[in-house]
Structures are given as C-alpha cells and as structure tokens.
C-alpha cells in the first residue's frame, strides 16, 4: 500500500501544486468577509481545500485514451490485487487533502502578512479541517467510478459541475423546499450531517469503483 501511495506522489504533475494560486483574485476579493468562524467562512474555505484537492486527484489520474489502458496494465502488472489498487486511490484522497490543506494555509498566511489583506484564518479551526476532509472524500467520491467507467474527460467534467452546485447550494439551502425537520437537524448538526453522508457516499462509490475495476478487461 505504501509503495502504491508513493508512486502517486512521484506521478504526480508538478503544475497541480500550484492550483492554489488560482484562489488568490477569491480571497482578495472577499477580505474580511470570509473572516472569523460562521458557517460562511467555513463554507468557503472548506470548499477551497475541496477544489484544491479534487484537482490534485484528477492530475493524477489525468491520461486518457490508450494511456490509461497501457497505464492499467502497468499497474495490474505489479504483485497487488485490484482491490489493493482502488483502496489505495481513496487512502491517497486523505493524502491530496493533507497537501490541499497545508498549501491553502501557506497562501493565506502570505495574504494577511506580504499582501496585508485582513483575513482572520478560520481554516485553522477545526471545524474547517474536518468538513474540508468531508468536502474532498465528497467531490472525489464522485470522480473515480465515473473515471474507471467512462474515463477522464466525462469524470472531470462532473466533478468540476458538482463543486459549482456545491458552491451554489451552500448559499441558497435555506431557500430549497425541504422539510422543517431536515433542515433543522442540518442547521443544528452539519458537520455531523454532512459527514454522515458523505461516509455513505465513499461506501457506495468505493464498492463501485471496485466493481468496474475488477470487472474490466484491460
């Protein structure tokens, strides 16, 4: 497992770290507002280490084509079984997320002391490091059935439509037609809640993944 998890380092594109730089015309332009520990600052930043992460994920897996058949058989190659292979592909998205975290924290420390921008980092709070987890398994939950199925290009564009509708609907949930009993429980508990779905989310896409992998023949 150790060994699969390192070649994902080593494969890894280099550009893919620098995503974060992306974020900063974001971050400057909300200043403050995204400034202590509400729920909005944490939506946002956990949705930062979400699309970070996802990205991350998407360069590693980004060939297409006949690349990712040659690249199946390369793998299937070596002496671990497939199942060993598609866990190590959702350990490895604790591992984006450590790396998207670390890197976010970096850009905001550089914003409040070289660009003087008045950001209280809520993203040290625990709270923003366990939902911006969730935010990742979520959003890359999604991407790898969809990869091994019909491959990167389809994988990738949902997964980039999924993080616009999460970024849409953490602004208007209050607004949607559901019942008084849901939203409360998501209102009072939901980082309890969020996690809770997700957790059947990975369970379900996993067994999936799994499923199509197994089955294919490369």
């Known amino acids: 497992m150790l060994k699969l998890l390192l070649m994902e380092l080593y494969t890894q ?3 893919s770290f620098f995503i974060p730089v992306i974020l900063l015309p974001l971050f400057l332009s909300l200043g403050d507002k995204i400034s202590g520990t509400d729920m909005f600052p ?3 930043f956990s949705l930062a280490v979400g699309f970070i992460s996802y990205f991350m994920t998407s360069y ?3 060939n297409t084509g006949e690349t990712d058949k040659l690249q199946y058989k390369l793998l299937l190659s070596l002496p671990v079984s497939r199942t060993l292979l598609i866990s190590a592909k959702y350990v490895m998205v604790c591992v984006w997320w450590l790396i998207s975290y670390a890197w976010l924290m970096l850009v905001l420390l550089i914003l409040k002391y070289v660009a003087h921008v008045p ?3 809520p993203i040290f709070n625990w709270q923003v490091a366990f939902f ?3 935010c990742c398994y979520f959003m890359n939950s999604i991407f790898y059935p969809l990869y091994y199925k019909y491959g990167f290009r389809v994988a990738n564009v949902i997964g980039i439509l999924v993080f616009f509708t999460l ?3 953490a602004g208007k949930i209050n607004s949607l037609p559901i ?3 849901f939203t409360a429980l998501l209102f009072d508990y939901p980082l309890a809640a969020f996690a809770t779905f997700t957790a059947v989310l990975i369970l379900l896409t996993y067994t999936t ?4 992998f197994t089955k294919a023949d490369y």
């Open 60 to 62: 590693s897996n980004s």
């Open 42 to 44: 944490t939506l946002i």
């Open 167 to 169: 970024s849409n609907l």
């Open 132 to 134: 911006s987890l969730c």
């Open 119 to 121: 950001i209280a980092q």
């Open 179 to 181: 019942p008084a009993n």
């Open 209 to 212: 993944t799994l499923y199509i």
């Open 13 to 15: 594109k280099k550009i």
